[in-house]
Each structure stands twice: as structure tokens, then as C-alpha cells.
């Protein structure tokens, strides 16, 4: 851990010395994680079709452009973000200049995991970096050729003395976690997400947390099948199933289940052919221990759709499972796999109880053509974001917030929202030192005429509340 120390050392003389706080130095060092990505597709495309079998669809859009997207944004808004945000004022502060300043932390770690393991490290990257911060990469040590890709490109490209990468598995992890950071960026189970935060909360470090979870997808009686099978099976089947945000279950009617299993099991077809393991679009499971634990998950209820496997690829067909029951395997975990199991409910209400009565979800997902079942599904649930009649798309949306809820993380991030996560809102009043007569009212010795004057100068007045009907 010498070397690790030696690092935090050079990263903290690094963000004293107050280089990071020009908008200059961000902006060059976000122009060079876009030639990171430009200049190295070929190899992250390699890298990632080893470690999951991603095929550069998937690889282009939910990792490379996805992070490249997300530097253009911050290069096209920093200027903005950047600026004191200036504040409504009092009649006693009427003379001084009160505004927010967005500052750095310092020296950020950021905690990396293997889904997506490009979109994961980098995307965080682009806020901390915009806020002006120093920073510790920890990628996946399970996404291992990746990880070792990025952690051999990225102090080509960044400056070493402001973004370090550190490798290594929980161990090394857990010695990263007793050295005092600024901030915490956390990606990965909800179960690390708890040691992580007993970590900072030995320095009293803000973390965030991104989390997973079991996100509900609620199908209404009057979903449309051909788009609800579609999208649902591409949310579900997408990286073969290892997504934070996909359909993690599906709630519906016997008559729903009836007709729309067999449309996903067509729409498995019209995506991967006859045998999706011979389909270049489908991936494939990280590691062996992810498999055994997905290999115990079909055994819950009866297999609809799929349930084919195979060890030595790693391959686990894309998979329906009906019949399931609140008390299954398949219920008690988070799937992370390319397996849908369907519950039956009776009605919205019971969609809904059922939802309610289980952890805040990351996502939560209706079907529906009736927008006053949209409506009630949104009003009477809580989950980290919510999607009608789709899965995962919100998530592509940087102008959205990302994050969880309870369980399912704290704290949101991208576009601005990284920004702010990133940094610290300064409370700042500029006043001058004459004027004097304007405070007299505040000090002793105090009398009533003294406290009405106050009262006056700084009481909100009552406007009213104008609601609106969504
Ligand atoms: P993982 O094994 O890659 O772990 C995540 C990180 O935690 C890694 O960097 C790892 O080295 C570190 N780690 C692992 N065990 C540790 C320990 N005991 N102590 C300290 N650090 C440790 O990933 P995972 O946990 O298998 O991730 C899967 C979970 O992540 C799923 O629940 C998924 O939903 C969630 N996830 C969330 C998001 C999101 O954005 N909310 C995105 C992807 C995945």
C-alpha cells in the first residue's frame, strides 16, 4: 500500500496547487478521454467481447458512445456549470452579492463494476473531472480484461498527477477504503455498497451509491403486445441480462401471461434466430460463479421460454419462467441474468401492494395504453426512475437523473447532475464592510421595535400554492 499512499500523496499536492480548478485543464483533460475512446475502439471492442461476449453493438451504444456522449455533453455545458449560480435575496441582504459556488472536493474515489465496465468507470469520470476534482479509478476486477485495458490506457492519456487507476478485488478495495477521500463513487451490490459506506463514514465521507436491486415491470390488460415483447425481451436479454436497470420481473393477469409469453418467446426468434447461441447479438455470463448462481435461479417455477444452458460458454439462453411464486430463488435476489420470471397478480392494486411491500427499487416499469393506469402505478410506487411502456431507455437520457432510492442506491448522476454530485455548493455572501446603520436592528441591546423591524426585513410572505394536474 506504499504506493498507493505515495499516489494520494502526489493527487493531493496535485489538486492544492489548484491546476484543476481552471476550466482549461478540464476541458483538455475531457478532450483526451474522447481520444481515449476514438483513438482505442478496436481494443475496447476486443477487450469487452472477451470479458461478456459483447457484441459492438451493444459495446458502441451502451459503453463507448455512451461515455464519449456524456464527455461531449460536459465539454458543451462546463462553461455554464461552472458559473456562481446567484440566489433571490432579502430586504437585509438586499446590498450583498449572494450566489452558490460549485467547488471541487478534492481527491474523489471512484469504485467501478463489471457490466458495463467502460460506461461504469468513465461516465462517473466526466463529472468528477468537471467539477475540477483528483481522482482514484477502482474498475471491476472481475471484468479483467477491461479493467486492465483501462488501467493501461488511461494514465497515457490523462494526467497522472490528477487521475490515478488502482487494480485489484475486495482486499485491495477494502485497503483504498481506509485512506480518506473527499467523495466516494460507488457502483456495484447493494451488500458492498453497505461496506463501503461503514468505510467512509469512518472520515465521514459523502458517498454516492449505485445500486441494484429487483425492478418491477407491471403489464396492464390493455398493453400492446407486439411493442411490450419486444421491448421487454430486448431490455431483458440485452448483455444478456446483466443490466442494473432491465425488467428484473414482470407482474400481470393469467390472461396477460397467456398471450404475451409466446410473443416473447417470438420476439427471441425475430432478435437471435432459432438457437440464440449461435447469435452474434447475444452475450454471454461473466464468470462461472455468476452462472452456478443463475443455474440455481432456473429452478424456480416452469420454464416458458429458453432454459437452456451450456457450462464451458457460459451461455444461458434467454429465458421465461412461469408459475413462479413470492417465495422462490428467482424472487429473493436480484436476477442479473437473461431469465424473466413472471408472477400473476389480479389487478393494478395487487401490482401495486405487491411492489410496496418490497425494497425500493432502481426501476420500476408499466405497460399499458391507459394512461390512468400510468398514472396510479406512478403516483402510488417510489423507485430510482420509472418507464411506460419500455425498460432501460430512461437510463440513455443524461438530462435525467440516475440513481437509486433506499436499497437501490443514493445519490443521482449524469449530465449536470454528475456535476453537481461532484461538487461541493458553497454558500457564499460578499458584503461590504460600511453601511453599518443597516444592522443596528440586529444588536443587543434588543427591544420590540428592534425585532418588528427584523421581522419585517427578512419574514417570506405567503404566496400560495398553484398546483398543477399532471
Ligand atoms: P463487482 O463484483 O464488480 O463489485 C463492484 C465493486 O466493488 C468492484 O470494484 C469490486 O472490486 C468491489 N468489491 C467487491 N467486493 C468487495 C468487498 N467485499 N469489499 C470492497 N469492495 C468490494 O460487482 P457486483 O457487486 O457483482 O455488481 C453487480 C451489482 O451491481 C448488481 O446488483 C447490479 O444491479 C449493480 N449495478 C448497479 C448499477 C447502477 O448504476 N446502479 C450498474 C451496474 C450494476
Partial sequence: MMAFAETLLRLRSAFVSGKTRTLEFRTGQLDALINLLEQNEEKLLRVLYKDLRKCKFEAVIAEIRFARNEVIYALNNIASWVEPELVERNFVTMMDQCFIRSEPFGVVLIIGTWSYPIQLLLTPLVGAISAG?????????????????????????LDKDYVAVFSGGPVETMNLLVY????????????????????????LTPVTLELGGKNPCYVDLSFNLESTAHR???????????????????????????LLVPAIEQAVHTFYGKDPKDSPDFGRIINDQHFQRLQQLLKSGRVAVGGQSEEQDRYIAPTVLVEVTESDAVMQEEVFGPILPVLNVGSLEEAIEFINRRRKPLALYVYSTNNQVVKEMLENTSSGGFCSNDNVVQMALNTLPFGGVGFSGLGIYRGKFSFDTFSQKRACMLKSAGMEIMNSARYP??????????????????????????
Fill in 180 to 203: 480518506k477521500f473527499d467523495n466516494i463513487f460507488y457502483t456495484g451490490s447493494s451488500t458492498i455498497g453497505k461496506t463501503v459506506m461503514k468505510a467512509a463514514a469512518e472520515h
Fill in 133 to 157: 476534482n483528483c481522482v482514484v479509478l477502482k474498475p471491476s476486477e472481475v471484468s479483467t480484461n477491461t479493467s486492465e485495458l483501462l488501467a493501461t490506457l488511461i494514465p497515457k492519456y
Fill in 445 to 470: 441591546p434588543y427591544n420590540d421595535q428592534k425585532l418588528n423591524i427584523l421581522i419585517w426585513a427578512t419574514d417570506i410572505k405567503k404566496r400560495g400554492c398553484v398546483c398543477r394536474v399532471l
Fill in 232 to 258: 421487454l425481451a430486448w431490455g431483458r436479454f440485452f448483455n444478456a441480462g446483466q443490466t442494473c436497470v432491465a425488467p428484473d420481473y414482470v407482474l400481470c393477469t393469467p390472461e396477460v401471461q397467456r
